[in-house]
Antibody
C-alpha cells in the first residue's frame, strides 16, 4: 500500500524559500507510470495544483507559479521535493503531495495523497 | 488558466440525489475526458471519487457517478447519506497542467 508523507519547516520568513519533501513508502517511486505532484490549499479555500515531476526528471508547473517553483526527485531516497522561492503571506497554505496517474491509470487523477503539512509565511 | 466554476454550495436530504456542476473551457474540460472529482472532509486530505469523467476507483460507492457534456462536467450523488457531507472539488487535465474547481460544500439536511 503506497503512502505519502510530507515533511519540512512549518514556518518560513517572507522572501525566503519554502522547501518540502514528500517520502513515498510501501512502493518504489520509480515503479509504474506515475507523475508525482504538489498541491496546496490556503485555509478555507480551494485546491491549487503547483506542479509535477516524473521519475525521469521531467517537470510541469502551474503557469502562475512557474517562475518561483522547482520540483526535484531523488529516486535513491524514494522522495520528491518542492522549492518555492520569494514567498509571501499568500503562500501560506496546507501543502499536499500526491500521486498523479498516467495512461496506465487513473489517467489525470490524484489517487494517493499525503496527509498535508501546514506552512505559514510570517516574520 | 482560470479555476473551473463550481457552485459554492448544494444541499439535499438523506436518500435524495444531488448534482454538482463543474464548468471549464474548451482548453480543459471540453478538450479532455480527464475530469476527476475529490471529496474532502474537514481537516482531511482529499479523496479521489471519480476519474476520467465517469470511472470509480475501487472502494468508492456506486452512489457516486460522473458525466460530461461540452465544457461542463457533473458529479451526481444518489441516495444521500450523512457521511457524504463534505467539500467536493473537480479537476481537469489541461495539457501538461491541471486546474481545479473552487469547491462545493455539500450539506446533508
Amino acid at each position: 500500500q503506497v503512502q505519502l508523507q510530507e515533511s519540512g519547516p512549518g514556518l518560513v520568513k517572507p522572501s525566503q524559500t519554502l522547501s518540502l519533501t514528500c517520502t513515498v513508502s510501501g512502493g518504489s517511486i520509480s515503479s509504474g507510470s506515475y507523475y508525482w505532484s504538489w498541491i496546496r490549499q490556503p485555509a478555507g479555500k480551494g485546491l491549487e495544483w503547483i506542479g509535477r515531476i516524473y521519475t525521469s526528471g521531467s517537470t510541469n508547473y502551474n503557469p502562475s507559479l512557474k517562475s518561483r517553483v522547482t520540483i526535484s526527485v531523488d529516486t535513491s531516497k524514494n522522495q520528491f521535493s518542492l522549492k518555492l522561492s520569494s514567498v509571501t503571506a499568500a503562500d501560506t497554505a496546507v501543502y499536499y503531495c500526491a500521486r498523479d496517474g498516467t495512461r496506465t491509470g487513473p489517467f489525470g487523477a490524484f489517487d494517493i495523497w499525503g496527509q498535508g503539512t501546514m506552512v505559514t509565511v510570517s516574520s | 488558466q482560470s479555476a473551473l466554476t463550481q457552485p459554492a454550495s448544494v444541499s439535499g436530504s438523506p436518500g435524495q440525489s444531488i448534482t454538482i456542476s463543474c464548468t471549464g473551457t474548451s482548453s480543459d474540460v471540453g478538450s479532455y475526458n480527464l475530469v476527476s472529482w475529490y471529496q474532502q472532509h474537514p481537516g482531511k486530505a482529499p479523496k479521489l471519487m471519480i476519474y476520467e469523467v465517469s470511472k470509480r476507483p475501487s472502494g468508492v460507492s456506486n452512489r457516486f457517478s460522473g458525466s460530461k457534456s461540452g465544457n461542463t462536467a457533473s458529479l451526481t450523488i444518489s441516495g444521500l447519506q450523512a457521511e457524504d457531507e463534505a467539500d467536493y472539488y473537480c479537476c481537469s487535465y489541461a495539457g501538461s497542467s491541471r486546474v481545479f474547481g473552487g469547491g462545493t460544500k455539500l450539506t446533508v439536511l
